[in-house]
């Protein structure tokens, strides 16, 4: 025991603890400040409900540390089917809040459904493609896309849109991680490039659909090898043509999906993202990134100082202890603080995938690239979103926003990566 602890990464511990004591700040600067007299009853005991969270995630990191290597292989699947039924338990019977069905309650206890579907889906991917290692790769690759879509799919049913995506961004990650073509990573990525750009002009995306076509012709080398995948292997007029076809087939879907598919107010909050500062956003869904955007302009380099920012204490922010916790951490601790926050996870981030290279193991190294990825997906859209660089669409920012099952959740995630790390050499192939 004594030397798998000596090869367990405590600069990474160090790096949770140190994110989720600036959440703790920053959710109790927004709650416990002048802002407590204008909250909702429940959102002023968010500091409280936190801390006692803090110390049950601890308490599951350190039993997550425990564990044999073997065990988290042997109950990879049967964690994702336990999360598919919790998904559809969440559907069925769950409470609504904030507009998502994705809560499952027991007694007064509710978690968050979705959050703990992340963890379970990693498990059973990184199970799945290590097993592809011996097998047919491709065959396996593909059930390992359906394993992503299959939870994203019921979580787009809740009406949590923003965590499908989660989902979603991390099938180039993982497919790029488990050895498929670069060229295929970036027909992936193409549409959502695409999709961005056609929210905020339809023909600057357009635009891109056809620079991308010709950068692509341009660009691919078709490769004779036979060890070559079929896309390395594709003339590069096909490959050309299916990424034209990609974006521009983006680009119409979202413009159908504007006009006849999404509910009112996922229009207006594309709409408000678009242009915030339009008259008929300013009072709505588009007063978000103004008040956001306020707050961290108004900090500075250094801030104005916990409980003393003017727009967090005057509770301007929405959900400033939760999803815009980072405009909060922006006015209060200015600059220094943000890029603090931001260069902690980018440590973490690097340490993940040096963890992922170091793991000789299938298993263990595509959960760590697949535990980095979901983290930087969730942190871009975070900070994306509050400085206004992408729409709303209500995801928090790990470790550091308030919410028990996702700090419970990203904490067991990263106990996981770690453990693996720590016992790498237990492995056998």
Known sequence: MRSQLENLDF??????????????????????GSA????????????DRQLVWMVIALVCMVVALL????????????????????????????????????????????FQSSELAKVGTILAVARLLATSRRKRAGTFKLIAVGL?????????????????LVFVGLIPVVLFWAGSAPILVILLITPA?????????????????????LVLFGLHQT???????????????????????????????????????????HVARLNAFANPEAPEFQS????????????????????????HGTQTQGAFIPEQSTDFIFSVIGEELGFAGAILVVALFGILLMRMVMMADQVYHPFGSVLAASAAGLLLIQVYINIGMVLGLLPVIGIPLPLVSYGGSALLANTLMLAIVFNLHMRRREFSF
């Open 223 to 265: 490769s004779r090898s036979a060890s070559a995948s079929i896309f390395e292997r594709m003339p590069r007029g096909h490959v050309a043509a299916a990424g034209g076809l990609l974006s521009g087939g983006t680009v119409a879907t979202v413009y159908f999906a504007l006009a006849n598919v999404l509910q009112p107010h």
């Open 11 to 32: 600069w990474s511990l160090l790096i949770w603890l140190a994110l989720v004591s600036l959440g703790l700040l920053a959710i109790y600067s927004a709650t416990q």
């Open 284 to 307: 709505g869904v588009g007063f978000h990134l103004m008040q956001s955007k306020a707050a961290i302009g108004s900090g500075g380099l250094f801030g104005q100082g916990l409980m």
């Open 148 to 164: 992503l879509l299959l939870p994203a799919i019921l979580v787009v049913m809740q009406n949590d849109t923003g965590t499908a």
């Open 193 to 213: 490039i695409a999709c961005y750009l056609a929210v905020i002009s339809i023909p600057f995306a357009i635009g891109f659909s056809a620079l991308l076509t």
């Open 36 to 47: 407590h007299q204008y909250l909702e009853g429940s959102v002023k005991n968010n500091f």
């Open 67 to 110: 564990i044999r290597v073997d065990i988290y292989m042997d109950l990879a699947f049967i964690a994702y089917g336990a999360c598919i039924l919790l998904l559809i338990a969440a559907l069925v019977f769950g409470r609504e809040v904030g507009g998502a069905r994705s809560w499952v309650y027991i007694g007064s206890y509710g």
